[in-house]
């Protein structure tokens, strides 16, 4: 059974940093690609980042700003976020969307980052 668990989401100032986390179990991560997407309310849920075995995009919105890494030997993907805006203020999913390359969608919980002074 494969399960994502974020953590690292909280209240931080415009222009802080957080620093998101997310452990998966139940597959083969080192093939895993993995995405971090965020949801506003009253916004549909978008993609943040993205990331496989050898490369990683980002949304336009967030480039420069944040950066999506992984650790294969921890399971874990990350996602670093630097000079937070208001904007940014959502709940963070991780996401799962393939295996090798075999296409599946798995989800966790959520972490709620809230921005604001």
């Known amino acids: 059974q494969v399960q994502l668990v974020e953590s690292g989401g909280g209240l931080v100032q415009p222009g802080g940093s957080l620093r998101l986390s997310c452990v998966v179990s139940?597959?083969?991560?080192?093939?895993?690609?993995m995405g971090w997407y965020r949801q506003a309310p009253g916004k549909q849920r978008e993609l943040v980042a993205r990331i496989s075995s050898g490369s990683t995009n980002y949304s336009d919105s967030v480039k420069g700003r944040f950066t999506i890494s992984r650790d294969n030997a921890k399971n874990t993907v990350y996602l670093q976020m630097n000079s937070l805006k208001p904007e940014d203020t959502a709940v963070y999913y991780c996401?799962?969307?393939?295996?090798?390359?075999?296409?599946?969608?798995?989800w966790g919980k959520g972490t709620l980052v809230t921005v604001s002074s």
């Open positions: 996401n799962l969307d393939r295996i090798g390359t075999v296409g599946t969608d798995f």
């Open positions: 139940g597959t083969i991560f080192s093939i895993s690609r």
